[in-house]
Every structure is written in C-alpha cells, then in structure tokens.
C-alpha cells in the first residue's frame, strides 16, 4: 500500500491512501456495512418534496439511495471509487457515477445533497471548496445535510483511513466560508464506527439561499 500523504501534502480534495483502502476492501465493506439507511435520513427526506432531485455524495454499498429510491425520490448515487460505485449498481441495479467530491460540477440541479460519513475524508484545507461545490449545485432554496466524526485534529485511524474530525466550531466556519448559506446548523450525537466503538459525530444541515 503508498504510504499515506502527510497532513502537509494534502492540498487536493481527495486523499490517496483513503481511496486505496475502500478500493480493495470494497466487498468486504459492503458485505459489513450497517444493516438499514441512515437514522437521520428521515428527517432529510422530510424537508424536502415528494419526488425531490437528490445527489448522494460517497453512497458506499448504496443503502441511502435504495431507500430514498424507495421512496419515490429522484436519486443520482456517486462515489469517488470505482468499487464501491460497482457494489453500489448490484445493490440498486442500476448505474452508479464514479466521482470525487473535488470533481463536481453540477450547477442548480439538485433538491438535496446526502452526504453520509463521506466529507469526514476530505482533507480539511480542500472542505471549503467542496462545500462551495455543493452549494452550486444545490437548486435555490436546496437541503444539503453532511455528518463527520467529530474531533479537533485531522488524523488516520487504525486502518490508515483519512478523517478531518472538526470540532463544531472549524465545521461550521468551514462551511460559512465557502457560500453564502441561508441557514447552517449543527447537531452533536453518539454513532457508530467501521471498527466497532461508538464515538462523537456532528451532524451539519445547511440550506441554500433562495
């Protein structure tokens, strides 16, 4: 495996190592991943209209889309590798687009961007412009909601992976210094982790203006 980038060379919005690690472990995370959709889904696809445009950002194994899919939502899943976008189509049976978050580029086109334990891997300096991305992408008036485990230092867990683990505060000038958002807030909770423990997330719901 390349060695992972130091903090000091990570300039773009992507971390090597990190893709690596979900490209060959692919099968085996989605063959363990958590059993349902995300608990806060709900309270997303709530605010928004039925038959809403939605963009989900690192969709893993697919079980936010298939859910949202479910629900009569018009649902575009992406993920940055091209694996896990593959365990993603059998899941849903349908194309999954392979895309990093420095590499959107959709402009006024979705409702709502789900974006699940996926930004946690930008590194931190990249996070003000992929957050600008999905703002633009974003219709006026657009949801987006984003979780991250929360911290007060970038850093790697146990299996290399890369996380910028914000503190509430970095989260929330991170996003208001990449757009103008009508409303940003945040919510502190306990979740899971891949490695089994439980640990502090922080759960961002920002709006578009309108």
Known sequence: MKPPASHAEQVVGYDDATLLFYAEQAQTYA??????PSRLLEGFLKRLHPGARILELGCGDGRDSEAMLALGFHVDPTDGVEAMARQAEARLGRPVRVMRFDQLDDLDAYDGVWANASLLHAPGPALPD??????????????HVGTYKAGDTDGRDGLGRYFNYPSAEALEAAYRASADWEA???????????LGGQRP????????SG
Request: charged content about 25%.
């Open 184 to 194: 940003i807030s945040i919510q502190r909770y306990a979740g899971g982790d891949y």
């Open 130 to 143: 992929i957050l600008s991305r999905i703002f633009r992408a974003l219709k006026p008036g657009g949801l």
């Open 31 to 36: 063959a363990t991943a958590r059993d349902g």
């Open 201 to 208: 997330w922080l759960a961002v719901t920002a709006r578009r």
